[in-house]
């Protein structure tokens, strides 16, 4: 109790403080430029580590129990198309930040903040990248701020280091984020995690999860009033290592049993890794959603994402407040120790199929998005900047998010955007035997290039979400329109691209 006592004083003292230097920043700003307009809508932005398409009872699991977003999606609507802006997570979170696609930001790839990291070596050599989020973006947080927000981030950063923490990109607060991607595996999610920024390690055997949502609501309860706010909140979960509540995994541990696939073995073994330090290794792949502790750790997930519908409406706040909850990148579902299955989606994390690309993408607010249960136009992580800015009755920055289209006229009821076509570029080995290469969808087309080979892969995504069939040979003329239109927005985007490694030939065949 004294721990938590502690903490609360610990963010009333953070939150005045914020509220002082905010104040004022405002009065310094008075005779200089003013705020665009006069903002009142709340922003929640919940951003989950590794979550995939199909993780949730409301998008197809039916291992998983997902009660409360299952609630926050009857509430709102449900982006069935929605897609990651890229299938590793420094990338996307570059690209919800800035509105921007990561080639055009230039962080294309996991960032990694040690000299021991070289690139990775196949075919090709990995492609040169960013390794933070460049300061001179105005981010979305800055944006807010500007415009009379508290803007606060917690969780997982993972941006770059100190110069580039979310202090620098325009958050008041910033609670346990820093430049590391995942918790020490040697410490994990239970308390103590040996996390920066925050103001101390709980009680022994505190989940984090639960930390960081208890946080959340501390900012809210402690908000100042009349002065709108923007959580980020990057959960840490469901990145590895996988490790939920013991309760909780023999809860899930009897659920497989019931189902009769506790028995069944999960992964099957595929083809050799493409990378010169994986030699000898084959990928695995999982074909089941049946792990017991994964499954455990999303119903804590999911029981922290209903704390926190639950403290809205105690706060009398749910009808001012966009809700935003959304994943940085597939499911991991290549690896020995994968534990979750994207299936009917192709592979996952690190993958430029869609079960790397595609994740769930629920928006709610009370009484202003009618629950209109699914929509099915294709969208992407650059969207939620200027979503945001709509939601919040701010002009859009078009200099900003030139990559994002506002997602806000559909969740009102209208059908389609306007945009004309969205794209990838992973110019890099992925962890999780993915190859260097580059998309485009249009329509229900997708086409992907791979720079190995330059190979060219054509899919149907309306018939075929599972990319199944290669059309490549029986539409040529659309492979090569598409593959046209992809060349020339690389273009556009000065997009960096692998290059030949002039060892290959003395590598061992793969």
């Known amino acids: 109790m004294k721990a938590k006592t502690s903490r609360r004083a610990i963010i009333k003292v953070a939150v005045t403080l914020a509220v002082v230097f905010s ?25 989950v580590d590794d979550l995939g398409c199909s993780d949730l009872s409301c998008t197809g699991s039916t291992f998983y129990e997902t009660p409360n977003i299952d609630r926050l999606r009857s509430e709102g609507v449900l982006f069935t198309d929605s897609y990651a802006a890229a ?9 919800i930040l800035t ?18 990291i070289h690139p990775r070596r196949g075919q090709l050599i990995d492609a040169a990248y960013v390794d933070h989020l460049p300061l001179k973006e105005v981010s979305l947080a800055t944006a807010l701020k500007n415009n009379g927000y508290q803007t606060w981030h917690l969780g997982k950063w993972h941006l770059g280091g100190a110069p580039y923490f979310p202090d620098k990109h325009g958050f008041d607060i910033n609670i346990a984020g820093s430049e590391r991607g995942m918790i020490r595996p040697h410490l994990g999610y239970f308390s103590p995690w040996g996390l920066e920024h925050l103001s101390d390690e709980g009680t022994p055997g505190e989940y984090l999860s639960d930390r960081l949502t208890e946080d959340a609501i501390e900012l809210i309860r402690n908000r100042k009033q009349g002065k709108p706010f923007f959580l980020n909140l990057w959960y840490y979960c469901v990145h590895m290592p996988i490790q939920a509540k013991p309760d909780l995994t023999a809860k899930y541990t009897a659920k497989a049993q019931r189902l009769e696939i506790d028995e069944i073995d999960p992964l099957t073994t595929g083809e050799p890794y493409h990378t010169e330090h994986q030699k000898g290794l084959h990928i695995q792949r999982r074909l089941l959603q049946s792990d017991p502790t994964y499954a455990a750790m999303i119903e804590s997930l999911d029981t922290n994402i209903g704390r926190l519908m639950d403290c809205l409406d105690e706060q009398g706040i749910a009808k001012d407040t966009l809700f935003v909850f959304t994943s940085d990148n597939g499911g991991v579902a290549t690896k020995e120790e994968a534990p979750t299955s994207n299936r009917p989606f192709r592979e996952g994390k690190g993958w430029m199929y ?18 209109r249960g699914t929509c099915n136009e294709p969208v992407i992580s650059t969207d939620l900047y200027p979503t945001v800015l709509d939601a919040a009755g701010l002009a859009e ?29 992973y110019p890099h080995y992925g962890e999780f035997n993915g190859t260097p290469s580059s998309a485009i969808r249009k329509g229900d087309w997708k086409l992907i290039e791979f720079f190995e080979d330059d190979n060219l892969e054509l899919y149907n995504l309306a018939n075929d979400p599972s990319e199944a069939q290669n059309l490549v040979a029986t539409q040529p003329e659309l492979a090569a329109s598409l593959h046209a239109q992809l060349k020339g927005w690389r273009d556009e985007v000065d997009a960096h691209y692998p290059r030949k490694n002039p060892d290959w030939k003395a590598s061992p065949d793969k």
């Open 397 to 425: 920055m078009p200099d900003q998010h030139s990559d994002g289209v506002s997602l806000w006229p559909l969740t009102r009821g209208e059908s389609s955007l306007s945009r004309d076509a969205i794209f990838w570029h």
């Open 87 to 95: 299938s590793v997570c420094s990338p996307t979170r570059a690209s």
């Open 354 to 371: 869609e079960g790397g690309l595609r994740v769930p993408l629920i928006m709610r607010m009370t009484g202003t998005i009618e629950p």
């Open 99 to 116: 509105g921007k696609y990561p080639a055009r930001v230039g962080v294309t790839d996991v960032i990694v903040t040690t000299d021991k």
């Open 23 to 47: 104040v004022a920043r405002d009065v310094a700003k008075s005779s200089g430029q003013q705020a665009q307009s006069q903002p009142h809508n709340n922003v929640v932005l919940i951003l």
